[in-house]
T-cell receptor, first 115, second 116 residues
């Protein structure tokens, strides 16, 4: 399967712990995005990469959040000192950087529950 | 900042009938892209249809079509011959055409139920 994959699919953690999520984009896609979706809401943009460069970060991405995309392949999203308000679905998407061929394809998401 | 509004939290349609989901958006840009994404229960989000703002012709994909009214900033989705598999959350999304504006801005979604 060549779709976007995310790991883990579910994560339960205690408040104050650090968590890290991984996203593997579609292999030829050079853009990678992270979104957060809370219950009853649409996804909200967090950050995106073109190759290994992080080009934009949302104000939602507090200092406790960090994302990386070493070598322009997979990406990780780390949340330090988790809070209950971090509980959400974290979605990853990837796309090409070619006009008219730049549709974003989403992964299944990682559901985070902070106790 | 751009905003996307979906005023129908829930909709219901009889199998084989037609349903229209509403979406309005606010932007000061003249060139942009609009999307409808479908999110089935516990499954990943998939693209349903895409519309480029510079195109006057409404996009269609099989049973799915849009009514794009640029002046009114309206972008509704029509699903014809509804099927049980169409039951899902539907999200309308906006994307700027500027090279630095690649992120999607989503509405709050419409949950569509299909009655057998």
């Amino acid at each position: 399967d060549t779709g976007v994959s995310q790991d883990p699919r579910h994560k339960i953690t205690k408040r104050g712990q650090n968590v890290t999520f991984r996203c593997d984009p579609i292999s030829e896609h050079n853009r990678l995005y992270w979104y957060r979706q809370t219950l009853g809401q649409g996804p909200e943009f967090l950050t995106y990469f073109q190759n290994e460069a992080q080009l934009e970060k949302s104000r939602l991405l507090s200092d406790r959040f960090s994302a990386e995309r070493p070598k322009g392949s997979f990406s990780t999203l780390e949340i330090q000192r988790t809070e209950q308000g971090d509980s959400a679905m974290y979605l990853c998407a990837s796309s090409l950087a070619t006009p008219l061929a730049d549709t974003q394809y989403f992964g299944p998401g990682t559901r985070l529950t902070v106790l | 900042a751009q905003t996307v509004t979906q005023s129908q939290p829930e909709m219901s349609v009889q199998e084989a009938e037609t349903v229209t989901l509403s979406c309005t958006y606010d932007t000061s840009e003249s060139d942009y892209y609009l999307f409808w994404y479908k999110q089935p229960p516990s499954r990943q989000m998939i693209l349903v249809i895409r519309q480029e703002a510079y195109k006057q012709q409404n996009a269609t994909e099989n049973r799915f079509s849009v009514n794009f009214q640029k002046a009114a900033k309206s972008f509704s989705l029509k699903i014809s011959d509804s099927q049980l598999g169409d039951a899902a959350m539907y999200f309308c999304a906006y994307r700027s055409s500027k090279s630095s504006g690649d992120k999607l801005t989503f509405g709050t979604g419409t949950r569509l139920a299909v009655r057998p």
